[in-house]
């Protein structure tokens, strides 16, 4: 069950996410809480709201409880969530969530949510709250090794391999875990170097099984041939239901999968015709299928040797961009997205004012929070307000439980800020957090030996 992102759920998805988020900023936990699970019953595969839900339950918790307490009291539900995993996995996957509702840091109810998300198709929300977990628990090597062999069922064997390496670190005795971790680390050499390209992929298979199910899988994935009649099938759907937007968003994007994209977007602004309501996702495809069109365009000029024309032509690439973000703005002033969109294009222009005018109101987004405070720190440096940069950085870092790269970002973007401010050692503890997990990031790693000497 593939994953699906913010911009693809229905306007009632969307939202039922945006209040969730309001409810979180005000400190109306409960009901954001109520909110993202009324809206993961509409659509389970959206990762993001999961993990707010996650974020909300262990904030109002305080990623505490006691574990054995509610083990015994939900053990009635741990047992009817189990019997449902086999026939009815996504109801499993519900029960579950009720039970981490009351104790999100409770591992045996995160292993049945686990159990449950794999058998409804859904492993990464099996890895997602692994991963929250383990800022809680992040010596456990149960849940190391669970994660890690999720990871490599993903074709992840480089996350596989670095939560190996912590169990091998932490049980040097356990011999499982280290033939675990050195085929992780064979696979993991293995994609990096891009081994499967050289050769049979069939001989290098172990399991022909496997080999043979991966090889039908590819057979079942529609090619550019196909795309005719695809688009036939569309043609007659639209044709018996004139008013389906769906059917003309797949059909605009078999044509953009071609390569046309012109007719994409004649066939989308015939949409927008059509509809009731002006779709803002519709608007957004069409603007995304124009900026393909410009680079078409300019990379055939460039083809052909004509420079100052592909240089006119990234010029008007870029005014239609910033004239596009502008309207889509003003005629959508309630989609978040628009805005952080427009504060990006004005922020590159040095439009200061206008781009924190932008990311002020796309803070309000959960998707965009953390970029938006992020982007406002920036537009505060640039205008050499520097506390009230270290303002935003703050908030944003206080609401990024994972260590990624956003958080690594924000933590650097504050030990420069504090470098500029004359507080060094404030800026060294931000660059030890970074330097810690990740002694590849920037230049952290010479910013701390330096440190270090003096």
């Given at each position: 069950m593939a994953e699906v992102t913010i911009e693809q759920v229905t306007r009632k998805v969307r939202d039922l996410y945006n209040k969730a988020f309001s409810a979180v900023e005000r400190g109306n936990l409960d009901y954001a809480i109520d909110m993202l699970l009324s809206l993961l019953d509409l659509e389970p595969r959206l990762l993001i709201a999961r993990k707010y839900l996650r974020l909300a339950e262990l904030k109002?918790?305080?990623?505490?409880?006691?574990?054995?307490?509610?083990?015994?009291?939900?053990?009635?539900?741990?047992?009817?969530?189990?019997?449902?995993?086999?026939?009815?996995?996504?109801?499993?996957?519900?029960?579950?969530?009720?039970?981490?509702?009351?104790?999100?840091?409770?591992?045996?109810?995160?292993?049945l949510l686990d159990e449950a998300a794999v058998a409804a198709d859904m492993p990464e929300v099996a890895v997602q709250t692994w991963e929250i977990m383990r800022d809680y628990y992040p010596n456990d090597v149960d849940l190391l090794k669970r994660l890690g062999a999720l990871y490599i069922s993903m074709n992840e064997p480089m996350?596989?391999?670095?939560?190996?390496?912590?169990?091998?670190?932490?049980?040097?005795?356990d011999q499982q875990a280290l033939k675990a971790l050195k085929d992780a680390s064979a696979l993991a050499t293995m994609k990096k170097g891009n081994w499967e390209k050289e050769g049979s992929f069939r001989d290098k298979m172990k399991d022909n099984k496997e080999a043979e199910r991966l090889e039908q899988q590819a057979k079942a994935v529609k090619s550019v041939v196909d795309i005719p009649s695809m688009i036939a099938e569309l043609e007659q759907k639209i044709a018996q239901e004139p008013g389906n937007i769906n059917s003309y968003r797949s059909m605009a994007d078999l044509y953009a999968k071609s390569q046309h994209f012109d007719k994409a977007i004649e066939v989308l602004l015939d949409a927008q015709q059509k509809a009731e309501v002006p779709d803002p996702q519709v608007d957004l495809a069409i603007s995304t299928y124009r900026v393909k069109e410009f680079d078409q365009e300019i990379e055939a000029l460039r083809t052909a040797g004509r420079e100052e024309e592909a240089a006119a032509k990234e010029t008007e690439r870029l005014e239609f961009r910033i004239k596009n973000a502008h309207e889509c703005v003003t005629r959508y002033p309630n989609d978040l997205q628009f805005a952080f969109t427009y504060g990006e294009l004005l922020f590159e222009q040095d439009d200061l004012n206008a781009a924190i005018q932008q990311f002020q109101r796309a803070q309000r987004s959960p998707q965009r929070r953390t970029k938006s405070l992020y982007y406002l720190a920036l537009c505060f440096e640039k205008k050499g307000q520097l506390d009230i940069a270290l303002e935003q950085l703050k908030k944003a870092a206080s609401e990024m439980q994972m260590m990624d790269e956003g958080k690594k970002d924000i933590l650097y973007a504050m030990g420069t800020l504090y470098e500029q401010m004359g507080q060094k050692e404030q800026a060294v503890e931000h660059y030890k957090e970074i330097y810690a997990v990740d002694i590849g990031y920037k230049d952290v790693a010479d910013r701390i030996e330096r440190a270090y000497k003096k």
């Amino acid at each position: 069950m593939a994953e699906v992102t913010i911009e693809q759920v229905t306007r009632k998805v969307r939202d039922l996410y945006n209040k969730a988020f309001s409810a979180v900023e005000r400190g109306n936990l409960d009901y954001a809480i109520d909110m993202l699970l009324s809206l993961l019953d509409l659509e389970p595969r959206l990762l993001i709201a999961r993990k707010y839900l996650r974020l909300a339950e262990l904030k109002k918790s305080k990623g505490k409880g006691n574990h054995q307490v509610s083990s015994l009291m939900g053990s009635m539900k741990v047992m009817g969530a189990k019997g449902a995993i086999k026939k009815h996995p996504l109801k499993a996957v519900r029960k579950a969530e009720e039970l981490l509702k009351k104790d999100p840091s409770n591992l045996q109810f995160v292993k049945l949510l686990d159990e449950a998300a794999v058998a409804a198709d859904m492993p990464e929300v099996a890895v997602q709250t692994w991963e929250i977990m383990r800022d809680y628990y992040p010596n456990d090597v149960d849940l190391l090794k669970r994660l890690g062999a999720l990871y490599i069922s993903m074709n992840e064997p480089m996350k596989g391999r670095d939560c190996l390496e912590v169990v091998a670190r932490l049980n040097p005795k356990d011999q499982q875990a280290l033939k675990a971790l050195k085929d992780a680390s064979a696979l993991a050499t293995m994609k990096k170097g891009n081994w499967e390209k050289e050769g049979s992929f069939r001989d290098k298979m172990k399991d022909n099984k496997e080999a043979e199910r991966l090889e039908q899988q590819a057979k079942a994935v529609k090619s550019v041939v196909d795309i005719p009649s695809m688009i036939a099938e569309l043609e007659q759907k639209i044709a018996q239901e004139p008013g389906n937007i769906n059917s003309y968003r797949s059909m605009a994007d078999l044509y953009a999968k071609s390569q046309h994209f012109d007719k994409a977007i004649e066939v989308l602004l015939d949409a927008q015709q059509k509809a009731e309501v002006p779709d803002p996702q519709v608007d957004l495809a069409i603007s995304t299928y124009r900026v393909k069109e410009f680079d078409q365009e300019i990379e055939a000029l460039r083809t052909a040797g004509r420079e100052e024309e592909a240089a006119a032509k990234e010029t008007e690439r870029l005014e239609f961009r910033i004239k596009n973000a502008h309207e889509c703005v003003t005629r959508y002033p309630n989609d978040l997205q628009f805005a952080f969109t427009y504060g990006e294009l004005l922020f590159e222009q040095d439009d200061l004012n206008a781009a924190i005018q932008q990311f002020q109101r796309a803070q309000r987004s959960p998707q965009r929070r953390t970029k938006s405070l992020y982007y406002l720190a920036l537009c505060f440096e640039k205008k050499g307000q520097l506390d009230i940069a270290l303002e935003q950085l703050k908030k944003a870092a206080s609401e990024m439980q994972m260590m990624d790269e956003g958080k690594k970002d924000i933590l650097y973007a504050m030990g420069t800020l504090y470098e500029q401010m004359g507080q060094k050692e404030q800026a060294v503890e931000h660059y030890k957090e970074i330097y810690a997990v990740d002694i590849g990031y920037k230049d952290v790693a010479d910013r701390i030996e330096r440190a270090y000497k003096k």
